[in-house]
């Protein structure tokens, strides 16, 4: 459809709430939206201007969309939350994390109960205490529990291990009650347990007065070792409530939202406070999305609850939204309690709020400074090697060999000036059986140019910039290369000094770019060097480990190929194989080639027969 035609189809829609789905020329779904009146919502799409620049270019890539009108705006709202979870558009924004919040958990069946770190709950009786807002917290909380009370660490399995060995370090360290003693027993140990719950869901004055009740009892029946550990025990809970550790779905109050919408980066933050004290924040950074501030915080409240798995009773925001009513509304029946959500204009709260979009501010602003840093150094990059685009993408190869044997190549890829690992390749040498690092390379960039025109997907993006250990003869056959294969990207060698650091690029045609004066191009240059070679290296060691490991074998009589791998496996190293004994070498390969291999480490007992 051209433009006008969207125009006028949207012109014809209902004055009804419902749901919009935008459509590119392939059919495919690049953004999805709610409105409350679907007439008024989707032709403000197709007005001659007032967009910014990248609502334009979604704008741009509509041929066709479709509407689900709804009863209520609630009912819009569930369905858009379906429909982007079902097509993810591409225009939509979405959180990145979406695998929830760790919680504790404890399966209390079992007679010793241990604490576990889940991802989420499951429906199997088990009990779940969180969510945490990481793991690093979550570990933290719980290793100060268990030392608190004095629960075991070790992998000792209860009640089955009780007094099999004796008590390890921790008892005698007084940071283990000693239950693998089976004093105290199980009964006293699922107490400890408890108590420990309950720190964990935030009731330690609960704890604090029924431990002083049974303190003071202790004293008047004259249980004065009793009445000491329950004070020691209470000394204990006030470390841990200095220390903040209790938090867990029940107790969470508040969450206080900050959003800032920069031009090329925005910020969703959210602080979590509980009883008044700031606990915990999340933040997100993302690219700025289509949708105005009031459609993207809404669009994210919605992601990040429902993928959270808990929600807390009062959700303060920086703006009005246009679906305060349905949001709460679907809040409240998805975690069945009521969720207030507000926007303060004043006092406390509104002071909370101003924090969290300070913070907004402030972590977009610092990622947006280390941005356009990158940003500077791919220009530059750009501007003085002349290369046709920015050089987003860059190729390094290196080669690494110890005289003749086991030559590799490496290659890796760095995206906007970051290592992406995941792209990273490497190469055995297959075509030479001496040390030469250009037929070397040569090999290699062939290699990677044939899995590219063969349409390998491994090697299906080329890079916006190639470079090689090596100078201009280096480059100049990469380029020879490509010439003969009919592709075209720009290459350079990479040029060190007497440090082994890259000083600077050569062309193939053998002019030389220097890179010293420009700190940030020289530091980038240098990891991508160092990096390249550190992958090739760490390769080039793994081949010779196992040829070495291979080699001391492989002379003797009787032990094949898969008699050495056999040994290999059992015994993990050859190092362990000589220190074998002739009967556990025997358990692996036949007598008469056990013999010949305890003979070969221990020659001087054949010699004695």
Same mark, same amino acid.
């Given at each position: 459809?051209?433009?006008?035609?969207?125009?006028?189809?949207?012109?014809?829609?209902?004055?009804?709430?419902?749901?919009?789905?935008?459509?590119?020329? &392939?059919?495919?779904?690049?953004?999805?939206?709610?409105?409350?009146?679907?007439?008024?919502?989707?032709?403000?799409?197709?007005?001659?201007?007032?967009?910014?620049?990248?609502?334009? $270019?979604?704008?741009?890539?509509?041929?066709?969309?479709?509407?689900? *009108?709804?009863?209520?705006?609630?009912?819009?709202?569930?369905?858009?939350?379906?429909?982007?979870?079902?097509?993810?558009?591409?225009?939509?924004?979405?959180?990145?994390?979406?695998?929830?919040?760790?919680?504790?958990?404890?399966?209390?069946?079992?007679?010793?109960?241990? !604490?576990?770190?889940?991802?989420?709950?499951?429906?199997?009786?088990?009990?779940?205490?969180?969510?945490?807002?990481?793991?690093?917290?979550?570990?933290?909380?719980?290793?100060?529990?268990?030392?608190?009370?004095?629960?075991?660490?070790?992998?000792?399995?209860?009640?089955?291990?009780?007094?099999?060995?004796?008590?390890?370090?921790?008892?005698?360290?007084?940071?283990?009650?000693?239950?693998?003693?089976?004093?105290?027993?199980?009964?006293?140990?699922?107490?400890?347990?408890?108590?420990?719950?309950?720190?964990?869901?935030?009731?330690?004055?609960?704890?604090?007065?029924?431990?002083?009740?049974?303190?003071?009892?202790?004293?008047?029946?004259?249980?004065?070792?009793?009445?000491?550990?329950?004070?020691?025990?209470?000394?204990?809970?006030?470390?841990?409530?200095?220390?903040?550790?209790?938090?867990?779905? &029940?107790?969470?109050?508040?969450?206080?939202?900050?959003?800032?919408?920069?031009? *090329?980066?925005?910020? !969703?933050?959210?602080?979590?406070?509980?009883?008044?004290?700031?606990?915990?924040?999340?933040?997100?950074?993302?690219?700025?999305?289509?949708?105005?501030?009031?459609?993207?915080?809404?669009?994210?409240?919605?992601?990040?609850?429902?993928?959270?798995?808990?929600?807390?009773?009062?959700?303060?925001?920086?703006?009005?939204?246009?679906?305060?009513?349905?949001?709460?509304?679907?809040?409240?029946?998805?975690?069945?309690?009521?969720?207030?959500?507000?926007?303060?204009?004043?006092?406390?709260?509104?002071?909370? $709020?101003?924090?969290?979009?300070?913070?907004? $501010?402030?972590?977009?602003?610092?990622?947006?400074?280390?941005?356009?840093?990158?940003?500077?150094?791919?220009?530059?990059?750009?501007?003085?090697?002349?290369?046709?685009?920015?050089?987003?993408?860059?190729?390094?190869?290196?080669?690494?060999?110890?005289?003749?044997?086991?030559?590799?190549?490496?290659?890796?890829?760095?995206?906007?000036?970051?290592?992406?690992?995941?792209?990273?390749?490497?190469?055995?040498?297959?075509?030479?059986?001496?040390?030469?690092?250009?037929?070397?390379?040569?090999? *290699?960039? +062939?290699?990677?140019? +044939?899995?590219?025109?063969?349409?390998?997907?491994?090697?299906?993006?080329?890079?916006?910039?190639?470079? $090689?250990?090596?100078?201009?003869?280096?480059?100049?056959?990469?380029?020879?290369?490509?010439?003969?294969?009919?592709?075209?990207?720009?290459? !350079?060698?990479?040029?060190?000094?007497?440090?082994?650091?890259?000083?600077?690029?050569?062309?193939?045609?053998?002019?030389?770019?220097?890179?010293?004066?420009?700190?940030?191009?020289?530091?980038?240059?240098?990891?991508?060097?160092?990096?390249?070679?550190?992958?090739?290296?760490?390769?080039?060691?793994?081949?010779?480990?196992?040829?070495?490991?291979?080699?001391?074998?492989?002379?003797?009589?009787?032990?094949?190929?898969?008699?050495?791998?056999?040994?290999?496996?059992?015994?993990? &190293?050859?190092?362990?194989?000589?220190?074998?004994?002739?009967?556990?070498?025997?358990?692996?390969?036949?007598?008469?080639?056990?013999?010949?291999?305890?003979?070969?480490?221990?020659?001087? +007992?054949?010699?004695?027969?």
């Amino acid at each position: 459809m051209t433009f006008l035609e969207l125009k006028e189809k949207a012109l014809n829609l209902p004055m009804k709430p419902g749901v919009y789905i935008m459509m590119d020329k &392939s059919g495919e779904v690049i953004y999805v939206g709610k409105a409350k009146l679907l007439k008024n919502r989707v032709t403000g799409y197709f007005r001659e201007n007032g967009h910014d620049p990248k609502t334009m $270019v979604m704008v741009s890539k509509i041929h066709d969309f479709d509407i689900i *009108v709804a009863k209520t705006e609630f009912d819009a709202l569930v369905t858009e939350n379906s429909l982007i979870k079902n097509h993810k558009p591409r225009y939509n924004i979405r959180l990145k994390d979406d695998k929830g919040f760790p919680y504790a958990r404890l399966n209390l069946k079992d007679d010793y109960p241990r !604490f576990t770190v889940v991802s989420k709950p499951q429906n199997d009786g088990a009990k779940y205490l969180g969510p945490y807002n990481s793991r690093t917290i979550l570990g933290d909380a719980l290793a100060a529990i268990i030392r608190a009370f004095k629960l075991p660490t070790c992998s000792r399995k209860f009640p089955a291990d009780i007094n099999r060995e004796r008590p390890c370090l921790n008892f005698h360290m007084s940071i283990c009650s000693g239950y693998c003693r089976g004093n105290p027993d199980a009964g006293e140990y699922r107490k400890m347990i408890e108590e420990a719950i309950m720190v964990l869901e935030g009731r330690s004055e609960e704890l604090r007065t029924q431990l002083q009740l049974t303190m003071e009892q202790a004293a008047e029946n004259l249980q004065f070792e009793k009445a000491a550990e329950i004070r020691d025990r209470l000394k204990t809970l006030s470390v841990l409530e200095t220390k903040q550790l209790a938090v867990s779905a &029940s107790m969470i109050d508040t969450d206080v939202v900050g959003y800032h919408q920069g031009t *090329v980066k925005s910020c !969703f933050v959210v602080l979590h406070y509980i009883g008044g004290k700031l606990l915990g924040k999340n933040y997100e950074i993302f690219e700025t999305p289509v949708e105005d501030s009031a459609e993207a915080v809404s669009a994210l409240l919605r992601q990040y609850y429902l993928h959270r798995g808990t929600c807390p009773k009062n959700i303060l925001l920086p703006m009005e939204i246009p679906d305060i009513e349905p949001l709460e509304q679907l809040l409240t029946e998805t975690y069945a309690k009521r969720v207030f959500i507000t926007v303060p204009q004043k006092g406390e709260k509104q002071k909370l $709020v101003s924090l969290a979009n300070m913070n907004a $501010v402030e972590e977009t602003e610092r990622v947006t400074e280390k941005e356009e840093k990158i940003l500077k150094t791919l220009e530059w990059l750009h501007k003085a090697l002349g290369l046709p685009k920015l050089p987003r993408r860059i190729e390094a190869y290196d080669i690494s060999n110890t005289g003749d044997s086991d030559i590799v190549g490496s290659m890796t890829v760095f995206e906007n000036a970051r290592p992406l690992k995941r792209d990273y390749r490497r190469f055995k040498i297959k075509t030479l059986d001496n040390q030469d690092d250009y037929h070397s390379m040569q090999e *290699v960039l +062939t290699r990677r140019f +044939t899995h590219f025109t063969e349409g390998d997907g491994k090697f299906n993006t080329l890079p916006d910039l190639l470079l $090689v250990d090596g100078g201009a003869a280096h480059a100049a056959m990469a380029r020879d290369l490509q010439v003969l294969m009919m592709l075209t990207v720009p290459v !350079f060698g990479m040029v060190k000094d007497d440090k082994h650091k890259t000083r600077a690029l050569v062309s193939p045609d053998g002019k030389e770019i220097g890179i010293t004066a420009n700190p940030a191009v020289f530091s980038l240059i240098g990891k991508i060097q160092e990096e390249t070679h550190r992958f090739a290296v760490e390769y080039h060691r793994k081949l010779r480990s196992k040829t070495t490991r291979g080699s001391a074998l492989d002379g003797i009589k009787g032990i094949g190929e898969s008699r050495r791998n056999a040994l290999l496996k059992k015994f993990k &190293s050859i190092k362990a194989i000589e220190n074998a004994s002739l009967e556990e070498i025997n358990a692996v390969v036949p007598r008469n080639a056990a013999e010949a291999v305890f003979a070969y480490f221990h020659p001087e +007992t054949a010699s004695d027969k």
